[in-house]
Structure formats: C-alpha cells, structure tokens
C-alpha cells in the first residue's frame, strides 16, 4: 500500500513547522517515529512518486497531533488549495471534465460527476476503495465512501472535505458542503449536499 509524494510531501509540513519554532525537538521525534518513518521524514520527498502508506500513517498522525485546535481548518484550506494546485500541473484531466451544477439533471449525471472526482483518490492513495451513492430524502446527499481506509489520515479526511467543496464551488454551487465521519477504523463516509435538480 502506497500514497503519492505529493500528498506525503503536504503531510509532513507541520513536523517541520514544528522543528522549526523549536516545538519539537529532534530527540522527541526520533522516540515518537520508527525507523521506517523517521527515514522517510529525512528522505527528499518526490511528489510524483510512491511511498509506503505504513510510515506515512505514522508521520500523518504526529502532523495531526502537532496541528492543534487548528488542524481541521487548516486541513480543509490545504485541501482546498490542492484544487488549484492540480489544476497547475496540468496532470489531472478529471478537473476540466466536470460537468456545471446548473447543468446536472439526473442522479445518473451526479453519480457520474462523482465518480470522475473521486477517482483522482486512487492517483494519491493505492490502498482506497471508493463507492458513491445517492442519499435521498428530504435533504438530498452525495455520499462517497471510502473502504480500506485505516491507513488514510485524519488529516487527509479533512483534506478531502475541503478539496470536495471547492471542486463543488467550481462547478458552481457557491453554497457547498462537505463533512464526513469515520463510523470504523477502516471506513470514511463523505457527504456533499446536492440541490434538488441535481437528484430530479
């Protein structure tokens, strides 16, 4: 199981924060990490290339636990900005293919819609299974799950939120949102949701 440079890259800035301001001393990290993470924090990080998931589960949670009260909204920006970012690279043809909200007319359409974003997940993580459906009911929802997911940090749930939303901004629904929970150790379940035309 593997994750992306790029993502481990992202991941690993509040440790260096911290070693930085002098929060963290380098003694403390070699006692808090085992061998194979800590190689992996010393190691020149290649964004297009495969790390092993076990070390960066465990990089990802000292990064969480570093963050603060500020982790999940900090979380949410950095996700946010990945859009941006990928957008940049020129790499990920999945964000030019989208279809507008206003432009959406079925369930099949949205299902379709999600699958497309969602499958950027498996260029980042190589262990993610990933299902969407739709919520129905009176408050409509977009449900993306994501099994196999014991490896895939907190901080990349809340990374996800925001990347989620302004995907869905973008596409134009200003008024977007995304939350999500962890019901098990091994299953994330998102939900984005939809307008009423989106489900018609």
């Given at each position: 199981?593997?994750?992306?440079?790029?993502?481990?890259?992202?991941?690993?800035?509040?440790?260096?924060?911290?070693?930085?301001?002098?929060?963290?001393?380098?003694?403390?990290?070699?006692?808090?990490?085992?061998?194979?993470?800590?190689?992996?924090?010393?190691?020149?990080?290649?964004?297009?290339?495969?790390?092993?998931?076990?070390?960066?589960?465990?990089?990802?949670?000292?990064?969480?636990?570093?963050?603060?009260?500020?982790?999940?909204?900090?979380?949410?920006?950095?996700?946010?900005?990945?859009?941006?970012?990928?957008?940049?690279?020129?790499?990920?043809?999945?964000?030019?293919l989208r279809t507008p909200?206003?432009?959406?007319?079925?369930?099949?359409?949205?299902?379709?819609?999600?699958?497309?974003?969602?499958?950027?997940?498996?260029?980042?993580?190589?262990?993610?299974?990933?299902?969407?459906?739709?919520?129905?009911?009176?408050?409509?929802?977009?449900?993306?799950?994501?099994?196999?997911?014991?490896?895939?940090?907190?901080?990349?749930?809340?990374?996800?939120?925001?990347?989620?939303?302004?995907?869905?901004?973008?596409?134009?629904?200003?008024?977007?949102?995304?939350?999500?929970?962890?019901?098990?150790?091994?299953?994330?379940?998102?939900?984005?949701?939809?307008?009423?035309?989106?489900?018609?």
């Amino acid at each position: 199981m593997k994750v992306k440079g790029l993502v481990l890259d992202m991941t690993l800035e509040p440790i260096r924060q911290a070693l930085e301001r002098g929060d963290l001393a380098e003694n403390s990290l070699d006692m808090s990490l085992s061998p194979e993470a800590l190689a992996l924090f010393r190691e020149k990080i290649e964004p297009a290339r495969w790390y092993p998931a076990e070390p960066y589960a465990a990089l990802a949670a000292l990064a969480w636990e570093l963050s603060g009260d500020d982790a999940v909204a900090t979380a949410r920006d950095v996700g946010s900005g990945l859009v941006q970012l990928l957008r940049d690279s020129a790499n990920y043809q999945q964000l030019e293919l989208r279809t507008p909200v206003d432009e959406i007319q079925s369930t099949r359409q949205a299902l379709s819609q999600a699958r497309l974003i969602t499958s950027m997940v498996n260029t980042f993580f190589d262990f993610i299974q990933t299902e969407c459906a739709i919520e129905e009911g009176s408050d409509p929802a977009l449900v993306v799950t994501y099994d196999n997911a014991a490896l895939f940090s907190e901080m990349a749930r809340y990374c996800t939120e925001g990347f989620m939303v302004q995907v869905l901004r973008e596409m134009g629904n200003p008024d977007a949102t995304a939350t999500s929970e962890r019901p098990n150790p091994d299953r994330v379940v998102f939900r984005m949701r939809l307008a009423r035309s989106e489900t018609g």
